[in-house]
């Protein structure tokens, strides 16, 4: 993190007393932190405090900056890679997701072209209302991350989640932001630069894509092999149609296509919440190499080996499956919905069964045995497996499986019962 710029917004809710840890945190792993605190903030740290542990000056109103320069707020806010917002009170959260800019903070986070992590911190009722998390759906569109909140026993006595994310967990979301260089969301030019018109303009996709990494600890996480290739070039070829197309991508390898909306996710549970955001869409294609369990109580602090052969304690909890989720009938299941079998033996089999258990429309079944040099490499070799049959597509790049892919999804959504024109 040397070097690094963080540009830290402390809300006001009691959790602000761990502010303090997190800017000693941040400055030992070598970042420089630029304080902002909210009036309400104030009543739990003082600026002095903030200020003196991150050497730097702590900004409270708009006034201060307006009178340094006009542009002070635009400046100070893009002085940074990374805002963070901690504690983000449910008052925060509601002003973030409306837009509003009538006060330093949420003037700031207006202003800033650069991502934003946010750590909510509130009663576990106020997380649970229906208002915020309809706030929370708007931002994670907009493309904000979260951290937290994690449950537990709350100041006020209650218990439930709300609480906010211990200081190193902070860090954690940080660093992995920070790995990220790229905006969260790509610039409205990108997406006005799109051809207009296309077989597939007026219609939505939602692809899934890359890996998921589910916690251990602040440093290990469980994952599966996945770079993310075949899921960005179906998103680039479904856009290359004319689509919309919402990317919700793990943390991948290959870069996301340019002319997307872009959906940053790290474990399979933020992934669903993701899709849910989405929707409606009118086709689905789940790329992602989702990890099929989690870990039931990721550690707030380093596991500790302590030399004596003694094996750590893991229990793990299985992950939502989205494809199947997302393959129920009802008013938000898109019109068609895609999903990959990856198989290492049997493969149609498997891909068939697959196909019945999940509910989904069509499978696009391949072999991923080490051999055919499949994972991680430049082409793919599959076969679509729909109810009514299956098909077995030559070896071809991924991007040209996309290709094909993207054109059988026009023809079905358009009418046509998407097998071979040829
Ligand atoms: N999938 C998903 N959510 C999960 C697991 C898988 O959406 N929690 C989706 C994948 O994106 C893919 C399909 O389900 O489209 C099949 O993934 P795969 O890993 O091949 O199958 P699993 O469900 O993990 O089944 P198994 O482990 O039995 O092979």
């Known amino acids: 993190m040397q070097g690094s710029r963080i540009l830290l917004i402390v809300g006001g809710g009691i959790a602000a007393i761990k502010i303090p840890e997190l800017i000693r945190l941040l400055r030992r792993e070598g970042a420089s932190v630029t ?3 909210t009036p309400a903030g104030a009543q739990f740290v003082t600026p002095l405090s903030l200020s003196s542990l991150a050497e730097a000056p702590c900004h409270t109103e708009l006034f201060d900056l307006t009178r340094e320069s006009e542009m002070g707020h635009i400046q100070l806010s893009r002085a940074a890679d990374l805002v963070v917002v901690a504690p983000a009170t449910a008052n925060l959260l509601a002003r973030m997701a409306g837009g509003l800019a009538d006060d330093l903070a949420t003037t700031l986070l207006l202003a800033t072209d650069k991502p934003v992590l946010v750590a909510p911190a509130m009663n576990v009722r106020m997380w ?16 904000i991350r979260f951290v937290g909140p994690d449950e537990g026993e709350m100041a006020c006595g209650e218990f439930g989640a709300g609480r906010m994310s211990e200081p190193e967990g902070i860090l954690h979301a940080i660093r992995v932001a920070l ?5 969260l969301r790509l610039p409205p030019e990108a997406v006005v630069s799109l051809p207009s018109r296309g077989v597939l303009s007026d219609r939505h996709v939602v692809v899934t894509s890359g890996p998921t990494h589910e916690p251990i600890d602040p440093v290990r996480y469980i994952a599966n092999r996945s770079s993310g290739a075949q899921g960005a070039a179906i998103a680039a070829a479904l856009r290359d149609l004319g689509a919309r197309v919402s990317f919700v991508t793990g ?8 002319g ?9 549970q933020q992934m669903r919440e993701a899709v849910e955001a989405a929707l409606p869409a009118d086709a689905a294609v789940m790329a992602a190499a989702v990890a099929d369990w989690r870990v039931r109580d990721p550690q707030a602090s380093k596991m500790k080996k302590d030399g004596s052969g003694r094996q750590p304690d893991l229990q793990f909890v299985e992950n939502p499956d989205i494809l199947a989720w997302i393959s129920q009938p009802g008013p938000q299941r898109p019109g068609l ?7 290492t033996d049997d493969v149609l089999a498997n891909a068939r069964a697959k196909l019945a258990r999940k509910g989904c429309d069509w499978i696009l079944a391949n072999d991923v045995r080490p051999a055919t040099g499949i994972m991680g490499g430049q082409e793919n070799a599959v076969t679509l497996v729909r109810a009514d049959g299956s098909e077995e597509w030559p070896r071809m790049s991924k991007r040209e499986v996309a290709r094909k892919l993207a054109e059988r999804i026009a023809a079905s959504l358009n009418g046509n019962a998407g097998k071979d024109s040829e």
């Open 35 to 37: 304080p902002v605190l």
């Open 128 to 143: 649970t209302h229906a208002a915020t998390q309809r706030n929370i759906a708007q931002l994670q569109k907009d493309g």
């Open 337 to 343: 919905v895609v999903g990959f079998a990856a198989e």
């Open 251 to 258: 943390p991948a390898e290959v870069a996301p296509p340019e």
């Open 179 to 183: 790995g990220q260089s790229r905006p």
């Open 260 to 268: 997307v909306e872009v959906i940053r996710v790290e474990t399979a």
